[in-house]
């Protein structure tokens, strides 16, 4: 089975910040997306990546950068954390070839920015 | 633009009863459709997915969805419910062409009641 590995289950960090949120995928898919997760607003696409060192903004990336030097790894950066980017975050992962084959997400990591 | 609407956001259910889940959405062509869920502090899994064919498809955990084209639906059910089916539940469509991305609906808090 495919896994999906986020770094971090909790994440409590200062309003200013400089955040890194981890995630590996270990079955050599191309595509990959981070969503945030709120309550009554499902899941919002933030960034995704077709393929290494490629990325496209989502819906709401304002406050938000991503990295991917590498095909199995995709960070998701904040660059100055603000209170209400307190949220869960959820890293997913996919085969080239479209939706067909569907995603498969990591365990989420719970950001707290205080 | 794709879009998915769960217009319910709770619902409550005695275990053994019947249960559906509602999902709408809107999309030009033939969607390719998902149904994932996501128990407590856990991400989404994949329940089952529709491409084309048969309208009536079986998923994991005894799931089963159907494609109403004609109604722009494809609601969820499962016929005797069990406590450990108590979750979150996620639609979801994508475009059956190209490396586009899933569109998710706002989720369906499931409880089960003894």
């Known amino acids: 089975d495919v896994k999906v590995t986020q770094s971090s289950r909790y994440l409590v960090k200062r309003t200013g910040e400089k955040v890194f949120l981890e995630c590996v995928q270990d079955?050599?898919?191309?595509?990959m997306f981070w969503y945030r997760q709120d309550p009554g607003l499902g899941l919002r696409l933030i960034y995704f990546?077709?393929?290494?060192?490629?990325?496209e903004k989502g819906d709401i990336p304002e406050g938000y950068s991503v990295s991917r030097e590498k095909k199995e790894r995709f960070s998701l950066i904040l660059e100055s954390a603000s209170t209400n980017q307190t949220s869960m975050y959820l890293c997913?992962?996919?085969?080239?070839?479209?939706?067909?084959?569907?995603?498969?997400f990591g365990s989420g990591t719970r950001l707290t920015v205080v | 633009a794709q879009s998915v609407t769960q217009p319910d956001i709770h619902i409550t259910v005695s275990e053994g009863a019947s249960l559906e889940l509602r999902c709408n959405y809107s999309?030009?062509?033939?969607?390719?459709l998902f149904w994932y869920v996501q128990s407590p502090g856990q991400g989404l899994q994949l329940l089952l997915k529709?491409?084309?064919?048969?309208?009536l498809v079986q998923g994991i955990k005894g799931f089963e969805a159907e494609f109403k084209r004609s109604q722009s639906s494809f609601n969820l059910r499962k016929p005797s419910v069990h406590w450990s089916d108590a979750a979150e539940y996620f639609c979801?469509?994508?475009?059956?062409?190209?490396?586009?991305?899933?569109?998710f609906g706002t989720g369906t808090r499931l409880t089960i009641i003894p």
């Open positions: 997913a992962s996919r085969l080239f070839g479209g939706p067909y084959y569907g995603y498969t």
């Open positions: 079955m050599d898919h191309e595509n």
């Open positions: 990546s077709y393929d290494v060192k490629m990325k």
């Open positions: 999309y030009g062509a033939t969607p390719y």
């Open positions: 529709y491409f084309s064919g048969d309208t």
């Open positions: 979801a469509v994508g475009p059956n062409f190209g490396n586009e991305k899933l569109t």
